[in-house]
């Protein structure tokens, strides 16, 4: 009877142990978080994110890969550059394959230019590569660093607005009108009902909880959709499909040509803005910005984010790439890189859970992202509003991030006017390197495509 006790006391102390070794290596107490709080903010980003399950292997069977072995592909892949993002950098990011360049390599490289699948999986690599080596030589975030603070809170703002655009129209909150390009959507319709009210539910849960309150939401919502027949209950397990298709597929020595050039500088330009905007917006909400206002562990970040869009191209994905929607989890109390573990955790287990990972309908996601989306618009107050020279290309980021519907887009032309504005004001000596070469590589990005 003795031994028992001593035994299971044994144990508990191990447990406790291992429990206390986490905490240490993520530093949970540092950033005022704890284990719970960092796996509820997991699964409320991977809720946001889940939506790739579905998406990216429909688009990446229009370039004639198979579907079933992109999904894994896509599951695979983010699970592991979500845990490379989480233990390298302890940052509370979540990395999947990324929506638009998956758009790129379908339809633009593979459907109008015509090059195999496997050439493009080449060119994603070679775009990949040069991506680690701008990050690794500290020139992407020698660029970042230069960039003027209004800036970055525009991209913060710009970054918000694109999420809040991405819940709005996915919940059918706004619809697309031939004369004003956007109007309201149809409230008749049972799934916008549900969009709203989850949107409603999640304001109220996390104003009333600390965290928890987005993915509560979230799940209320579905369970809602389910009751009034919106939502299919398809399962929980299925056995994986096969990644046979895919593997060695890529063929690198195809994409070493010299008409490739121009797309791989897209792919690589398109994904360095995608992910910054993305990760310079997540990290100012998550407070991982220190006194004299530079990003903790910043460089580790870039590091696992361009070294993911390698592993993605290897595995048989367009490239990947951080995800706004990690501002979900952030706003439920994600810390620290063990949010971005538990999502990678939650990816692999996907794999299995195919039907339960699906079944979370795009309307209980889009209250959530409207929600982050005002959250992230708070740091609007800080601008410099007596000096329209930073000011007005702040807030052309911010509008025209979600106007074009593209982060880099919005970033470019922000930078552009920038220039031009202090050029023009005579404030060139104001100038850094960095925004001239920001500014100098989107007029070549504009004048290519």
């Known amino acids: 009877m003795a031994i028992d006790r001593s035994h ?9 142990t291992g429990v206390g070794r986490m905490s240490d290596f993520f530093r949970l107490h540092e950033h005022g978080t704890s284990i719970g709080r960092e796996i509820m903010a997991g699964a409320t980003t991977f809720a946001a994110m889940a939506y790739i399950l579905v998406v990216n292997p429909q688009i990446m069977a229009i370039a004639g890969i198979d579907q079933g072995a992109s999904f894994v592909a896509t599951c695979l892949a983010a699970a592991l550059s979500c845990l490379l993002m989480g ?8 990395l999947a394959p990324g929506m638009g360049l998956n758009a790129l390599f379908a339809y633009t490289i593979v459907g109008d230019m015509g090059y195999p699948w496997q050439t493009a999986l080449g060119a994603v ?15 992407r975030a020698w660029i970042i660093m230069s960039i003027p603070d209004d800036l970055k809170i525009g991209m913060t703002a710009g970054v918000g607005l694109f999420i809040g655009i991405i819940g709005l129209q996915n919940g059918g909150i706004i619809a697309d009108h031939p004369a004003t390009l956007v109007t309201m959507g149809d409230f008749s319709q049972i799934p916008t009902a549900l969009a709203a009210l989850s949107f409603l539910l999640v304001a109220i849960l996390s104003a009333r909880l600390a965290a928890g309150g987005l993915i509560l939401g979230i799940f209320a919502v579905t369970v809602l959709g389910i009751l009034l027949g919106e939502v299919t209950y398809q399962g929980i397990v299925s056995a994986p499909p096969s990644i046979a298709p895919l593997v060695g597929q890529i063929d690198i020595m195809a994409a070493l040509n010299v008409s490739l050039a121009s797309v791989i500088f897209s792919i690589l330009i398109v994904n360095l803005f995608d992910t910054t905007g993305t990760l310079v917006g997540v990290a100012s909400n998550a407070g991982l910005v220190d006194e004299e206002g530079n990003y903790k562990n910043f460089s580790k970040a870039l590091k696992a984010d361009s070294t993911s869009s390698v592993l993605g191209a290897l595995l048989g994905n367009s490239p990947v790439t951080s995800y706004v929607e990690s501002a979900a989890g952030v706003a439920a109390g994600g810390r620290t890189g063990l949010t971005a573990c538990a999502v990678g955790v939650f990816f692999l287990l996907a794999i299995f859970f195919a039907p339960l990972a699906m079944m979370i309908p795009s309307f209980a996601v889009s209250g959530a992202l409207i929600y982050v989306a005002l959250l992230m618009c708070s740091g609007l107050g800080r601008l410099s509003w007596d000096n329209p020279v930073v000011l007005i290309p702040a807030l052309l980021i911010m509008i025209m991030i979600p ?7 919005g970033i470019g032309i922000g930078f552009i006017s920038y220039v031009a504005l202090s050029l ?19 007029v070549i990005k504009f004048a290519l495509l």
Request: proline share 2%; hydrophobic share 55%; no cysteine.
């Open 8 to 16: 299971r006391q044994t144990e508990v102390q191990q447990q406790l």
């Open 87 to 94: 233990l390298y950098a302890n940052w509370p990011v979540g």
């Open 125 to 139: 690599f070679i775009a990949g590569v040069l991506f680690v080596i701008i990050s690794t030589t500290r020139i």
């Open 403 to 409: 106007l074009t519907f593209s982060i880099a887009d």
């Open 424 to 442: 023009l004001a005579s404030e060139e000596r104001k100038l850094s390197w960095g925004a001239l070469v920001i500014a100098g590589l989107f």
